[in-house]
Each structure stands twice: as structure tokens, then as C-alpha cells.
């Protein structure tokens, strides 16, 4: 291993709690999981989630932070010095090189999705949406997302504030954005869901999202509760173990995993009775992604009594849970670049972060007049290269990460090492160690092959 170990680390065990909460708070919470939740069985499905969660996403989180402590440089670097080590084969350093592609990719589609809740906050917070009928809040959307100039404008105000705060360092940049952003976004969340309960439909809300129906609990159900399981934890790029790199020997790495997963989780019902209220007193069908947060709930926001305080405050809220995931998604590329290219952080961070928003114009142009139709698995795609973007991080590369992950911390690196990163008691070690070795990557690609092939 090389001996320039890292210096930089998180000024304390929350300040990496938070960061890692920030990364793995993002829309995946607010606009999939409070849906996927009512759809499929409610409080069953809850429960199955969180057992995902704890058997198969926790055991892959803490193979993360400990990659990232031991090797304690971006995922790229930190691989190469982890399979040096241990005298593994070199075919592991893809771990570190497809995280890094993966990351910028993502990035480069999220900041886009991301910007649009720049112009809703915008739009909504001046009244433009009041007194819409459904029908022009429905045109809006579509007018909006086509006009490149807008969309243009919003990505690149996001990739600027991302690059900003990425310029600034681990310690004055990531550190002090999630310091402020995470209890701002936690505690007006939490008053926007008392509003909501209090003044909306709270009682459909709750019988849709926690009605206890273990029969729609399908085999395909389980499969979707896996793979969100994964992605809203941001597992499987390297930012997780890019935040593990800067984490101090002596926190305990499954109190920390438990934290941000509860963290996870509680954001993503505390959404759900946020949105479903407001949803259902409406008269509205409840939905998922875009369609939810960009047309649903806005027509809502036209016709609520304060519906502009209340929507902007929401888009706001949502564009910084997107800001702190995409801090995540920069980092790891950023920190590679001043390891191995000898860059300042304020260069690095501009040029990934220019070349970063010149993939983002690809997705811009989706929407617009590069948009094209495709099939995935017997599901029509409209908006092109955004959709295959999509789909390549999401449904391949992100769940093989998380399977090489898993093999490799399970398999390949020695057990003493595990061992002292971990300090567990061995029987619980013995657990974990079964989960990354078998559970963990079995699970995992059986999710992979549903959502490259679909159906056996
Ligand atoms: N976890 C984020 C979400 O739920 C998405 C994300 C994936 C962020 C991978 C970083 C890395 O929206």
C-alpha cells in the first residue's frame, strides 16, 4: 500500500453520517419509494424492504466504508492500493474504474433532472402555477422540459453549485453543505408533513401507503424492493467508499451503516405522508418519478390554499436532497484527479464538473429535438440517450459494482484486514461475512438479470 495515507478525514463520526445520508437521500426517496411502497402491500412491503435493507444492502455499505478506509484514496486509487496489498489479481481494479464512469454518467442525467426543481421552485414560489387547470399544468411540463434553453440554464446552475461546493474541499466544502442542508431538509420536511396531515387527505394517505396486503408481496415486488434497496443507498459506484476513505479508524463502521439507513428510510416515509395527503385530497391517482412530482403534485399546488409557499418550499427541499447525492457522485472523480494527475482540488473540480455538464447536454437534448424511441424490455423509452444512460447505470453497472464489491471484500481480502476494520464480535463477523460471500452477490445478480433481461 502506499504510504501518503490520506489526511484528510471528516471532522467527526456525524459530519460522515450526514454526508453519507446526503448521498443516499435523494429523489429515489421522495419520488419512488413512498409509491413502490403503496402499490405493493404497504406495511408488508415495508417490512420486506427492510429486511433487504439489513441482509443484502448494510452488509454491501459496510464492505464500502471499509474498502474505502483501508485503501483511503478515490475508489480508483484506493483499489489499485488494496489489490497491491493483498497480492489479488489486477482484473479487481475495474471496481474503481467503473465507478468512476458510472458517477459521471449519473451525474450528468441527475443534474439535468435536477435543475428542473430550480424552475418549479421558481416558478411555483411566484404563483405562476396557481389557478392552472390540470390540463395547462400538464403543458407546462411538457412545454418546459422541451425548451432546451431553460433546461440548459437550470443544469448548469446545478453542476455550478455542485462544482462550488466540490471545489472547496471534503472538510469546508461536503462537510459544511451537509452540516446545513441535512437538518434544514430533515426538520421542514417533518413541518410540511404535519401541514399536510393536518390539512389533506390523511387518512387515504395512510391506508394506501401502509395497509398491511402480504399477497401483492410478488416475486417481481421483491425484486424491485432489492434493487431500490440498492440504489437509494448510493451502493455500487464508489461513493460510499470515496466517504469511507475520509472516515477516522475508530468509528464503528455498523453503527454508522445503521445510522444512514434509518436516516434513508424515515426520509423516504416521511415523503410519502408529505406528497399522498395532498395527492388524495385532490382526487388525484398516486404515481411515481417524474410524472409525480413535476405534473401530479403541481396540480395540486394550483388549486391548495398556500399551495405556492407549500410547493416551493417542497421543490427547494427536493433540490437539495439532489444537491447533496450529487456532491457524492463528483467527489470520487475529483479526488482521483488530484491523487494521480498532481491537480489542484479547485482545477480538478472544474474540469471534471465542465465535462460533466457537457454529457448533461446529451440528456438537455433528450427532451427536446434528440429525443428518440426505443424498447427495453417491452416497455416504450421516448427520451433517447437519457433513457439508455439510465438504464446502463441503474440496471447494469451500478448492481455489478455491488456484486465485484461484495466478491471482493468477501473472497479476496484476507480476513485479518476485514477483521480489524470491522472490530466485531466474531459471531456477528461470521454473519457479515456470510452475507457478503453469498447472500449479498447472489441476490444482487439475481436482481441484475431481471433488469437486463426481465423474465426468465
Ligand atoms: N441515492 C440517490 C437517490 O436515492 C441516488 C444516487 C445513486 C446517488 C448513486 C449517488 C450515487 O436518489
Known amino acids: ?108 442525467y441527475y443534474s439535468v433532472i435536477a435543475g428542473w426543481t430550480i424552475f418549479y421552485s421558481m416558478q411555483t414560489i411566484s404563483g405562476g402555477l396557481s389557478g392552472l387547470t390540470p390540463g395547462e399544468v400538464g403543458d407546462n411540463f411538457a412545454n418546459f422540459i422541451s425548451n432546451p434553453t431553460y433546461t440548459l440554464i437550470c443544469h448548469s446552475l446545478f453542476m455550478l453549485a455542485t462544482i462550488l461546493i466540490i471545489a472547496r474541499g471534503v472538510n469546508r466544502g461536503i462537510e459544511l453543505a451537509v452540516r446545513i442542508l441535512m437538518p434544514i431538509l430533515f426538520i421542514t420536511l417533518l413541518i410540511l408533513m404535519c401541514y399536510s396531515i393536518a390539512t389533506a387527505d390523511f387518512s387515504s394517505a395512510w391506508r394506501f401507503m401502509f395497509a398491511f396486503d402480504l399477497s401483492k408481496v410478488t416475486g417481481a415486488v421483491i425484486v424491485d424492493a432489492i434493487g431500490h434497496a440498492f440504489f437509494t443507498l448510493s451502493l455500487g459506484m464508489g461513493a460510499i467508499l470515496m466517504y ?11 453503527k454508522t451503516s445503521a445510522m444512514v439507513i434509518t436516516a434513508d428510510t424515515l426520509i423516504a416515509l416521511i415523503a410519502g405522508l408529505t406528497i399522498f395527503p395532498i395527492v388524495f385530497a385532490y382526487g388525484l391517482e398516486p404515481g411515481a418519478g417524474p410524472g409525480l412530482i413535476f405534473v401530479t403534485l403541481p396540480i395540486a399546488f394550483a388549486q391548495m390554499t398556500g399551495g405556492s409557499v ?3 418550499i417542497f421543490f427547494v427541499l427536493l433540490l437539495f436532497a439532489a444537491w447533496t447525492s450529487a456532491l457524492s457522485l463528483l467527489e470520487p472523480a475529483v479526488a482521483w484527479l488530484t491523487e494521480s494527475k498532481n491537480m489542484t482540488r479547485k482545477k480538478a473540480a472544474w474540469i471534471t464538473g465542465l465535462f460533466i455538464w457537457l454529457v448533461g447536454l446529451l440528456t438537455v437534448m433528450s427532451f427536446s429535438s434528440w429525443a428518440f424511441e426505443f424498447n427495453f424490455l417491452g416497455v416504450k423509452k421516448t427520451n433517447g440517450l437519457f433513457d439508455m444512460f439510465d438504464i446502463l447505470t441503474s440496471n447494469i453497472t451500478l448492481p455489478l459494482g455491488g456484486i465485484l464489491m461484495a466478491l471482493f471484500v468477501g473472497w479476496v481480502v484476507s480476513e485479518a484486514s476485514t477483521k480489524d476494520q470491522l472490530a466485531l464480535e466474531s459471531r456477528v463477523y461470521k454473519l457479515w461475512q456470510f452475507a457478503v460471500r ?3 452477490p447472489i441476490a444482487i445478480a439475481i436482481v441484475l438479470y431481471f433488469l437486463v433481461f426481465g423474465s426468465l
Open 1 to 108: 500500500m502506499d504510504n501518503k495515507s490520506s489526511l484528510v478525514q471528516w471532522g467527526s463520526r456525524w459530519a460522515f453520517v450526514l454526508a453519507a445520508s446526503g448521498s443516499a437521500i435523494g429523489l429515489g426517496n421522495i419520488w419512488k419509494f413512498p409509491y413502490i411502497m403503496g402499490k405493493n402491500g404497504g406495511a408488508a412491503f415495508v417490512l420486506i424492504y427492510l429486511l433487504c435493507m439489513v441482509i443484502i444492502s448494510m452488509p454491501i455499505m459496510m464492505s464500502e466504508i471499509i474498502l474505502g478506509r483501508m485503501g483511503k484514496r478515490s475508489p480508483i486509487n484506493t483499489m489499485r492500493n488494496i489489490v497491491h496489498a493483498e497480492n489479488a489479481s489486477g482484473f479487481w481494479k475495474i471496481i474503481g474504474w467503473m465507478g468512476l464512469l458510472t458517477g459521471v454518467l449519473i451525474l450528468s
Open 244 to 254: 469511507g476513505a475520509y472516515l477516522p479508524k475508530h468509528v464503528s463502521v455498523v
Open 438 to 440: 453469498f447472500i449479498s
Open 310 to 312: 407549500f410547493g416551493g
